[in-house]
């Protein structure tokens, strides 16, 4: 699909989707429990459709409805014969189920689409070769055998997936386990947000110290209810967009969630100082794409820090920014695991601009907030990966006024 996009003032309203992070841990924390759950306000995307059919193989029983879903959990460990868990191109179903699938008493396969089998699972793959336990990786990934209980010593600049993918098993087993993160802890509000999700489906993990979390066994997950929290990663692209181009009201938010990528509410408070901006993005990579496109817009410099993980996400997300940044003319450069910008007022190009969503939704979303606050028109190519996480997404830029044109090739 390619959408092409206008410079357009817009205006209005619109209701952010659910945080697909809290929808992740909700499903699966209620897949998981005794009894039913219902977990509501779900915008369903490929990811979250994702996990749905991989608690699914894995036991539990699920009834979708519009925008929510009904849950009977499964016991995984009573879960017998081999089977095999499409992921599609999701990341965090991957890395959240891969330690849940040792419990089964089988081989468990996890297939994947995209760049999903070329992202890092060394992580697992060590942990899995020291309790002598099978694990493959080749097109596809394969484990058998339950994981143990013990102390997990885990380096914390890598995904903060891993460490969740632990804290949703370890409570399952038979005894007390510890996890310890080794400096530098990065992502942090992420394990937050398993721990308080877990903690809703009666889960008790303790923090004993800043890098250290006691997880005690022989627990249960009881079904709950939950309503899932609007995604500060979505309205992140709307707030921008505000900030740079009009005045836009974001619904279905919690000011006081405990989501990493609400950092964008500050950051948006650095831009006000007219000086240059350094912004360390460690506890918040998803708001890199479209940091970018503000950074554009800012006629000082603004420099990204902590920055690598946007590499090895669906798609090198730095390079993919620096590539289609430069076709509009923006001074942009980086190393390995920084970005800077120069930015300027205004942008204008005498054709239009061609650019490429390279598989990626967050990339297609950003690029669209440019094309929105230039002076010229642009074609997005690539764009359906915003299907991802956010089908209507250019819907939702249509109801603010945003002129997007939509063609299926």
């Known amino acids: 699909m390619k959408v092409k996009v206008f410079p357009s003032h817009v205006h209005g309203s619109v209701s952010i989707p659910s945080s697909k992070s809290m929808a992740h841990r909700a499903i699966i924390c209620a897949a998981l429990s005794k009894g039913k759950s219902e977990v509501s306000n779900i915008h369903y995307s490929k990811d979250i459709e994702a996990t749905l059919s991989c608690m699914e193989a894995l036991g539990a029983k699920i009834e979708k409805k519009d925008h929510s879903c009904t849950i009977i959990g499964t016991s995984i460990e009573n879960q017998t014969g081999d089977r095999t868990l499409n992921c599609n191109e999701s990341g965090s179903t991957l890395r959240f189920l891969v330690p849940l ?8 396969t996890f297939k994947g689409q995209g760049r999903l089998m070329s992202r890092p699972m060394d992580i697992y793959e060590s942990i899995f070769e020291n309790q002598n336990l099978f694990y493959e990786q080749k097109e596809n990934i394969q484990v058998q055998g339950s994981l143990m209980p013990g102390i997990y010593k885990m380096p914390g600049n890598v995904s903060s997936q891993f460490i969740s993918g632990l804290l949703f098993l370890l409570p399952l087993l038979k005894k007390d386990s510890t996890i310890e ?32 979390y006691h997880i005690p066994g022989n627990q249960e997950y009881v079904s709950n209810d939950i309503v899932v929290e609007g995604d500060y990663s979505q309205m992140a692209f709307f707030a921008v967009l505000s900030y740079l181009n009009g005045s836009i009201d974001c619904l279905n938010m919690d000011i006081n969630s405990l989501q990493g990528d609400k950092a964008i509410l500050s950051i948006l408070e650095q831009y006000k100082t007219n000086q240059d901006v350094c912004i360390d993005l ?111 997404f250019f819907e939702d830029i249509q109801k603010i006024h945003g002129k997007v044109l939509c063609y299926d090739f």
Not at 312 to 318: G, N, T
């Open 282 to 392: 460690s506890n918040c990579p998803d708001l890199g794409p479209i940091l970018c496109v503000l950074a554009s817009f800012y006629p000082h410099q603004t420099k990204i820090i902590h920055a690598q993980r946007l590499r090895v996400k669906e798609s090198d997300r730095i390079e993919a920014m620096e590539t289609e940044l430069k076709k509009w003319g923006v001074n942009i450069e980086s190393t390995f695991d920084t970005i800077t910008v120069f930015g300027k007022d205004n942008y204008c190009c005498p054709e239009v601009v061609e650019l490429y969503g390279h598989n990626d939704h967050r990339i297609v979303m950003a690029l669209t907030v440019f094309g929105l606050c230039a002076k010229s028109e642009c074609i997005i190519d690539d764009a359906q990966a915003i299907s991802k996480s956010y089908p209507h």
């Open 101 to 108: 699938a040792s419990l089964v008493q089988g081989k468990v």
């Open 181 to 212: 993160i080794l400096e530098p802890y990065e992502s942090k509000s992420y394990v937050d947000l398993t721990i308080s999700m877990l903690k809703k489906f009666q889960i008790q993990i303790t923090q004993t110290s800043s890098n250290t």
